[in-house]
């Protein structure tokens, strides 16, 4: 059975108001309405979750949180549980993110995320990328290393239908010019295919969907879709902007 496409967007630590990120939410909304065969995943800051699950959204919409604690609950200042996030309705949580990473967070800390987050029976989308490439291509070594080291010892069952989110950091909040060529990422999805593959067998590799994130709009969407042989996108900054939103999310719904 073709797998479903999923658009997550990440609206990082925008917008500033809630009147801003219901406006935002909304173009959202009616756009994942009118669509066939994608998810949408709406991963907007923590305190915009609430008030946004009470609006009525259609059923292929879904709130995520953009990061998760390490820990269940007690004396950890200024962080939000896994169960918070489920108890806000929330189904998805975006775990081992670039911007994350670059403040500290190493693979084992996005292992115990992943293991938290499938234990309280969320989704977590994972993310992956390298900071820099280079001709003798060591930038697969350190994917590969950053897939073993976060998905170590988790059991298989979760890993099924696992959801991977690859963002070359280079690429990351630029314009849709200065993105990964839909080639190469072709590459990089039947690289992480076949190193899931050496890691949890090949059922698990084929179950996975694999999204590309990194100045995804509305230009290029498309034939990273075709080309590229990705199962959607992790969106950005073109996520805050409705009517581009709107497009990409179109583009994914068309592309079967
Ligand atoms: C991201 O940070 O996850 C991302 C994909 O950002 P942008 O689309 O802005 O490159």
Known sequence: MKKRNIVV?????????????????NGARLAAKGLKNTDVVVCPPFSFIFP??????PKNMFLGAQNASTEIKGAFTGEISVEMIKNLSAKFVIVGH??????????????????ITFNTGLTPILCIGEKERDKEGTHLA???????????????????????????????GKSYKEAMSPTDIHVIVLYIRKVLAEICGRDIANSAKILYGGSVESQNALEILEIGNVEGFLVGHASLKPEEFKEILQTADVKK
Request: proline share 3%; charged share 30%.
């Open 9 to 25: 967007a990440n609206w990082k630590m925008n917008p500033e108001t809630l009147e801003e990120a219901k406006k935002v939410f």
């Open 52 to 57: 946004l699950s009470k609006v009525i959204y």
């Open 98 to 115: 670039s911007e994350r990473r670059a403040m500290g967070e190493s693979n084992e800390i996005v292992r115990k995320k992943l293991q």
């Open 142 to 172: 350190f994917i590969k290393n950053q897939i073993k080291e976060c998905l170590a010892d988790l059991h298989k069952k979760y890993l099924v239908g696992i959801i991977i989110a690859y963002e070359p950091i280079w690429a990351i």
